[in-house]
């Protein structure tokens, strides 16, 4: 299929590298286009950063030769087990390979591969419209090479695979999660014989590494509408295999002729709402998870209905789990979800009831600088069909919003530290690090919070005294000079 024009979409910057690149290959006497996801971004009118590019011919060669080519001259990054180069020029990345043909083994989505020609390496891709190639030869510059009708499906927004879908998925079965994935990214409908494909084959899901679904998976989350994405993946069977615990929100109960919501569109109707305010991957995920554990609360208490007691406590101690099993980081990311949806459920009482200032310090306590993401995120979670109770709920959150910016600005309690260490306490019974010393600093804190003393060194340091001794500690009698200086110390840098 010639269309010339579809060169011209790009812009003089990018146009300038293809040349280059061009007479780099006719130098080596080969040929070589541009392929891909470059090539569909570009037909869509979609930001693209990487280049892709296939040589009949030795790619790692002919990325050298580019390479040499710019100024400054960049480093070329080759992969010699997959004969594969990537240079860096300003901030695109070009990617060089020999056009080659794959075949798999059953037990395995790494190929073997061998040499082959232009339509041998549009074959192999996953999906027709990542299969179109643009020439950047001299006699056919800009020909757009489309053997498998790929522009018709961006045209008419279809994701199709370019041969059997069962032997596509089944020889690398991350391309189910990918088919799903452009169909979210780019709102497209995936072929009906590709969808029915995906539903055969995904058993196969089970040989790929957590860490790459979990990366595909996250692009789904990071879609515009990412409730698009889940309901696919839910309907090819994928989301069973690698989420399970996500699946079990489907569904609803009756008892006495009172039925709960179905949680699993309630959550994805509550991630949806998150992703039309932000683009942070662990809000999104905290919308995913703040009712993941409510089939494991449920229970049915006669007169009042449907409860989930406890399922934000749950709820965050089975994040650390889910995170663990798909591979995803352990760091402060998971932590920052476990937060959100530990306390989910705190700014949305403060919406029914008398707000006080313990509870509102409390609040700004515990939820630190994560606050605007936590009202967000309960904000998001108001998917009632009754416009006045949406309109009730918001408007108490703009009340919310307003207390807490009162007490923050009175107390400043989201820099706050109680005025007695963990040290302090140590040092005052001369005790190590036990339970003792985290029980003697909540109760300090709490108090505190809750007005119960005031918020000074010497009112914490008596309440100190009195839970130790309830606790069978003693003070020491005779504080070395040393020790009773670095108390001193301790007690001045920690009074806010």
């Known amino acids: 299929m010639n269309n010339p024009s579809i060169i011209f979409k790009i812009n003089p910057w990018e146009r300038k590298i293809l040349e280059i690149i061009a007479d780099c290959a006719k130098e080596l006497h080969t040929e070589c286009f541009a392929v891909g996801g470059y090539v569909r971004d570009r037909i869509i009118g979609r930001e693209s950063k990487d280049i892709d590019i296939v040589t009949i011919g030795d790619g790692i060669q002919l990325a050298q030769l580019v390479a040499s080519k710019f100024r400054p001259m960049p480093s070329v990054n080759i992969f010699e087990r997959f004969g594969?180069?990537?240079?860096?020029?300003?901030?695109?990345?070009?990617?060089?390979?020999?056009?080659?043909?794959?075949?798999?083994?059953?037990?395995?989505?790494?190929?073997?591969?061998?040499?082959?020609?232009?339509l041998d390496d549009q074959l192999r891709r996953d999906f027709t419209i990542n299969a179109i190639s643009i020439s950047l030869n001299p006699e056919n510059f800009g020909e757009l090479i489309d053997p498998f009708n790929g522009l018709q499906d961006i045209e008419q927004k279809i994701i199709r695979t370019p041969t059997?879908?069962?032997?596509?998925?089944?020889?690398?079965?991350?391309?189910?999660?990918?088919?799903i994935r452009f169909a979210s990214q780019l709102d497209f409908k995936i072929d009906q014989i590709t969808f029915?494909?995906?539903?055969?084959?995904?058993?196969?899901?089970?040989?790929?590494?957590?860490?790459?679904?979990?990366?595909?998976?996250?692009?789904?989350?990071?879609?515009?509408?990412?409730?698009?994405?889940?309901?696919?993946?839910?309907?090819?069977?994928?989301?069973?295999?690698?989420?399970?615990?996500?699946?079990?929100?489907?569904?609803?109960?009756?008892?006495?002729?009172?039925?709960?919501?179905?949680?699993?569109?309630?959550?994805?109707?509550?991630?949806?709402?998150?992703?039309?305010k932000s683009d942070n991957l662990w809000l999104r995920w905290a919308a995913i998870l703040h009712d993941i554990a409510k089939p494991q609360t449920k229970r049915f208490e006669e007169g009042i209905g449907w409860t989930f007691h406890g399922h934000e406590a749950l709820g965050a101690s089975m994040t650390a789990r889910i995170f663990k099993n798909l591979r995803m980081p352990l760091d402060y990311k998971m932590k920052y979800v476990q937060k959100l949806v530990r306390l989910h459920l705190r700014p949305i009482a403060l919406t029914q009831e008398v707000i006080t200032d313990s509870a509102l310090r409390r609040l700004l306590f515990e939820a630190g600088e994560d606050l605007e993401d936590l009202l967000t995120l309960c904000e998001a979670d108001i998917t009632s069909k009754n416009p006045d109770k949406v309109k009730k709920y918001k408007n108490n959150y703009t009340t919310v919003r307003l207390k807490l910016q009162e007490v923050e600005e009175k107390d400043r309690i989201r820099e706050w530290q109680p005025?007695?260490?963990?040290?302090?306490?140590?040092?005052?019974?001369?005790?190590?690090?036990?339970?003792?010393?985290?029980?003697?600093?909540?109760?300090?804190?709490?108090?505190?919070?809750?007005?119960?003393?005031?918020?000074?060194?010497?009112?914490?340091?008596?309440?100190?005294?009195?839970?130790?001794?309830?606790?069978?500690?003693?003070?020491?009698?005779?504080?070395?000079?040393?020790?009773?200086?670095?108390?001193?110390?301790?007690?001045?840098?920690?009074?806010?």
């Open 164 to 179: 059997n879908p069962e032997r596509t998925f089944s020889d690398d079965p991350l391309r189910m999660m990918r088919a």
């Open 84 to 118: 594969t180069a990537m240079i860096r020029h300003k901030d695109i990345e070009i990617e060089f390979v020999g056009a080659r043909k794959e075949s798999y083994s059953i037990d395995s989505r790494k190929p073997s591969v061998s040499s082959g020609s232009l």
């Open 419 to 496: 005025p007695i260490s963990g040290e302090m306490i140590m040092l005052a019974f001369g005790i190590k690090p036990c339970k003792e010393v985290g029980i003697i600093k909540n109760v300090i804190k709490d108090s505190i919070l809750d007005d119960i003393i005031d918020n000074n060194f010497e009112a914490a340091y008596q309440l100190m005294l009195a839970k130790g001794k309830e606790l069978g500690l003693l003070i020491k009698q005779e504080l070395s000079e040393a020790d009773q200086t670095k108390l001193k110390i301790l007690s001045n840098s920690d009074i806010k």
């Open 196 to 276: 029915e494909g995906i539903k055969n084959t995904k058993e196969r899901l089970r040989i790929i590494s957590k860490e790459r679904i979990s990366s595909e998976f996250d692009k789904i989350i990071l879609s515009n509408k990412p409730s698009n994405g889940f309901e696919l993946l839910f309907q090819g069977g994928l989301l069973q295999i690698f989420f399970p615990e996500f699946c079990l929100l489907r569904g609803v109960e009756y008892q006495e002729g009172k039925g709960h919501k179905d949680n699993f569109y309630h959550t994805l109707e509550v991630l949806d709402n998150v992703a039309l």
